[in-house]
């Protein structure tokens, strides 16, 4: 499986914006990049995802570089509710097989007021 | 609220035992994961089951078994418990599979915590 690097902690201060990178070098044509985030004390939530275009929504956007083997995941204005563990994961659209996301460490996202 | 439901949200027992977690699955998902979250295996997918039939098998021990009811509901066995089975168990669930044309988003439940002593 295609395996995504991501740094273990990040520091931001409160209503400035984040940006958390995330490495796949070794990434597939049918991957597509998905973001996912665990606040303390709950499930993993769905943040974004996309496959070659820069993606946004209500909650983040997702820049992804030409060549795919990098992406950025960018909180416009963090609030102290930010503060998560967020997870980038590659998710192949084709073919058979497990579709359970593989979750590795994460980036652990700290806010300071 | 994902709108999944997972119960306990709490249990405790001792090693040995078996116990019984719960899911229910939004409203229209037919397929449904289990997760274990350890403080040092971070998240790990278990198992996952797709309109009553098992789809894919992660790391998921013999010791624990799973099943989804023709109601959609699944529910995570797991026997013969031991100290480091304490974890927390997360359930999560999407319309369908990626390769059946799901997004690949899941929802997640709030998770079961187990504790064994």
């Known amino acids: 499986d295609a395996k995504t690097t991501q740094p273990n902690s990040m520091e931001s201060n409160e209503e400035e914006p984040v940006h958390l990178p995330c490495n796949h070098s070794?990434?597939?044509?049918?991957?597509?990049i998905h973001w996912y985030r665990q606040l303390p004390s709950q499930g993993p939530e769905y943040v974004i995802h996309?496959?070659?275009s820069n993606v946004n929504n209500r909650m983040a956007s997702l820049a992804i570089a030409e060549d795919r083997k990098s992406s950025t995941l960018i909180l416009h204005r963090a609030t102290l509710r930010d503060a998560a563990v967020y997870y980038c994961i590659l998710v192949r659209h084709s073919g058979g097989g497990a579709d359970g996301l593989t979750f590795g460490k994460g980036t652990h996202l700290i806010i300071q007021p | 609220d994902s709108g999944v439901t997972q119960t306990p949200k709490h249990l405790i027992t001792a090693t040995g035992q078996r116990v019984t977690l719960r899911c229910s699955p939004r409203s229209g998902d037919l397929s449904v994961y289990w997760y274990q979250q350890s403080l040092d295996q971070g998240l790990q997918f278990l198992i996952q089951?797709?309109?009553?039939?098992?789809?894919a098998k992660g790391n998921i021990l013999e010791r624990f078994s799973a099943q989804q009811f023709p109601d959609l509901h699944s529910e995570l066995n797991l026997s013969s418990l031991e100290l480091g089975d304490s974890a927390l168990y997360f359930c999560?669930?999407?319309?369908?599979?990626?390769?059946?044309?799901?997004?690949?988003?899941?929802?997640f439940g709030e998770g079961s915590r187990l504790t064994v002593l």
């Open positions: 999560a669930s999407s319309v369908a599979p990626v390769a059946g044309g799901g997004t690949g988003e899941l929802f």
């Open positions: 070794t990434i597939s044509g049918t991957d597509y």
């Open positions: 996309g496959l070659t």
């Open positions: 089951y797709y309109n009553g039939e098992e789809r």
